[in-house]
């Protein structure tokens, strides 16, 4: 089920025809303004996240205190040391280094020429090498060259020993760090800041045409800034946090960093497939933001945890699915990274695994890291869930699944209100509800979103119920007879307008205002119009101004709000156009419910509307089915002999012989 929670019309900007489009000057004014709004904010983000690398000394203090790799050798490491790029460092020359830099023609003329650039000056280095390597005496000195050591490779442990190896490693590792970092100011700012503007512009343009008028509504582009801004900030702090209190490889970063967040937020918000935008925005601009040197499996991870977890929660309505979906999050995060450890050939993990079969007593703790990683980041999805969607509903005026659980209850106020006061109000609304519902599942719709607004579309009819026929009891009068058509039509249409002041007192959201406030559109009240038509004609006075019998409200625009208008006026006619029940079928209900909707159509009530021919003809074809359900017939009961009260309770049944249930009595 699909929650399409777009914002409604109704207090935004006047739109021309109906309100609902712009001129497009305007619409490109808007466009701009909001592009330039999420481009300065993903700039500025950068600039955090660089300043926080260039200020912030991540690696061992002890690289900083040390001056040179001999007074390095021999002190504790006071934190782990991960690579976060590739690098050219000594490596142990009787362990195969892994790609040697020069053949041997180039190697020997740098010999003879007294300069030799494949080995560190600091360390003795290899006269020759041998076309096999054998395993060396233990008393052989060890000999180091220079290879490319692979980013993500762990140079030493936190209370480890630096030794002569891992101290020159250590060192060349900071000086490329610090070569890097100076340089992103001159270098790497100004590409990314180009890059940025290119994908948004490309976001903005693909929401434009996935929904053409998505930035004239301004409480849903609002909060679609917000959350992009969110996102970048989280992606900004949880770097440095990481960096700074958590040091570990890519691995350990790409699982506890909370990527799908943002993106299930939006689908959870506004609908699945703005989540599914949502989710490519922000898994191209992660990698770069982050300019990490694993860019493309940085995507991978975003991208596929981001599709998994708006499936996952972008329909929950209790608390059991934020659980089961905080799981799964968790669960795709260890498969993940499974395929990035044999993807990256990262050979830890089997290390590790021999070792512990070997040993049990020595645990594979960087598989373990990983899953407990990976929990921690569904534990912190699920716990925003449960709070942030919340907050977004009360600042942007949306509403969520949870939400509209709680009101399909039955239990709101205004409810128990319209049950009391004005009961046939409150069953036809329940009726409309069930249709509405029904409809909306044909057609794909959002099944609990048209159930509310057809519970609380008549909520205005509390002001006064007596007005409406389906409140006056048998024998009541009815006030209209002393009332003019158009004194009656001026009341009858106050319903919609105290129904928006009350759904606005108690905070109902913006879709159930649209439900209520468009529910008759601008349609033509006909029977008081016939009704003053006619006296005009007896009394020979002019024909009455139409206008005085026309709501003056806006045309629904989503499908819910269509489907609840027409359940509102399919469920009405049915009370007085089915009188004989045993007449009642699909072949006669289906064409009344047409008759109904080409009346609508003809008077163009669903000319702004999201909504296709096809689409209608399924809500007329459930609409149909469901007033046959409401009005079914039943065999008569036939009139039955009273049973005389001194034997019937002795004879109306007797034992079996043959057991102990006891059968009816003959």
């Not at 481009?39 to 061992?60: D, E, G, K, V």
């Not at 060349?172 to 610090?178: I, N, P």
């Not at 048209?450 to 409406?468: N, S």
């Not at 559109?521 to 003053?532: E, H, P, Q, R, V």
Request: aromatic share 10%; with cysteine; proline share 6%.
């Amino acid at each position: 089920m699909g929650t399409e929670n777009e914002a409604c019309p109704i207090g935004d900007k006047p739109k021309a025809q109906n309100k609902f489009a712009k001129s497009a000057s305007s619409k490109g004014v808007s466009l701009f303004s909001y592009f330039a709004i999420v481009w300065t904010a993903s700039f500025l983000c950068l600039l955090l996240h660089i300043y926080l690398i260039n200020s912030q000394r991540y690696l061992p203090q002890e690289l900083y205190d040390k001056a040179t790799p001999e007074t390095l050798t021999g002190v504790v490491a006071s934190k782990p040391i991960y690579t976060r790029f590739s690098f050219l460092a000594p490596v142990d020359f009787d362990k195969a280094p892994v790609t040697p830099l020069f053949n041997d023609q180039e190697q020997t003329q740098e010999q003879e020429a007294g300069s030799n650039p494949n080995l560190d000056p600091t360390v003795e280095a290899a006269n020759e090498q041998p076309p096999n390597f054998v395993e060396k005496p233990q008393d052989a000195p060890v000999k180091f060259i220079r290879d490319i050591i692979r980013c993500d490779t762990k140079l030493i442990s936190q209370g480890e020993v630096y030794t002569r190896l891992t101290a020159q490693q250590a060192f060349e590792y900071k000086h490329e760090y610090d070569r890097r970092n100076s340089e992103v100011f001159t270098t790497t700012l100004p590409k990314t800041a180009i890059l940025l503007g290119i994908i948004i512009i490309c976001f903005a343009a693909c929401l434009s045409c996935l929904r053409g008028n998505f930035f004239e509504r301004t409480s849903r582009a609002n909060m679609t800034i917000t959350i992009v801004i969110l996102n970048f900030l989280m992606l900004t702090l949880s770097h440095h946090i990481f960096m700074k209190y958590l040091p570990g490889s890519s691995l350990h970063f790409f699982t506890m960093l909370p990527l799908a967040l943002f993106p299930i937020l939006s689908a959870y918000l506004q609908g699945i497939r703005f989540g599914a935008c949502i989710a490519m925005l922000l898994s191209v601009i992660t990698p770069i933001m982050l300019n990490d040197e694993h860019s493309f499996s940085l995507f991978i991870y975003s991208l596929v945890i981001s599709i998994i977890g708006i499936f996952s929660f972008h329909s929950v309505t209790k608390r059991n699915g934020f659980l089961k979906g905080g799981l799964v999050i968790a669960a795709v995060l260890t498969l993940l990274n499974a395929f990035f450890i044999w993807h990256l050939q990262i050979d830890v993990p089997m290390q590790e695994w021999v070792a512990f079969f070997k040993d049990a007593s020595t645990p594979p703790w960087f598989t373990l890291q990983l899953i407990i990683a990976a929990l921690v980041n569904g534990f912190i999805i699920l716990v925003a869930m449960f709070v942030l969607p919340t907050i977004f509903e009360r600042w942007f005026d949306v509403i969520t699944p949870v939400a509209l659980r709680e009101l399909a209850a039955e239990d709101h106020p205004l409810l128990e209100q319209l049950y009391v006061n004005a009961p046939g109000t409150y069953e036809h609304a329940k009726a409309v509800a069930a249709m509405a519902a029904n409809a909306a599942q044909a057609i794909g719709a959002n099944k609990l979103l048209a159930k509310v607004c057809g519970l609380f579309h008549d909520i205005g009819k509390l002001k006064e119920p007596a007005c409406f026929i389906e409140n006056i009891g048998a024998g009541q009068p009815n006030l209209h007879d002393e009332l003019t058509p158009q004194e009656s039509a001026a009341k009858i249409k106050e319903h919609v307008i105290y129904g928006k002041q009350l759904a606005k007192k108690y905070g109902l959201q913006r879709p159930i205002m649209e439900a209520i406030a468009c529910h008759h559109g601008n349609d033509l009240i006909a029977f008081f119009y016939n009704k003053a038509l006619k006296e005009a004609e007896l009394n020979n006075l002019p024909p009455p101004n139409i206008e005085d019998f026309q709501y003056k409200q806006e045309q629904p625009q989503r499908k819910e709000a269509v489907i609840v208008e027409i359940a509102d006026i399919c469920e009405a006619a049915s009370r007085s156009e089915f009188k004989n029940w045993d007449s009642i079928n699909f072949e006669t209900t289906r064409p009344f419910v047409d008759k109904l909707i080409m009346a609508k159509m003809q008077r163009r009530q669903f000319d702004h509307a999201d909504i296709t021919l096809a689409e209608l003809s399924k809500i007329a074809d459930s609409i149909a089915n469901e007033l046959c359900i409401v009005y079914h017939t039943r065999a008569k009961y036939s009139d039955r002999r009273q049973p005389d009260p001194q034997t019937s309770i002795t004879t109306s049944y007797i034992p079996q012989q043959n057991g102990n249930n006891l059968r009816p009595a003959p």
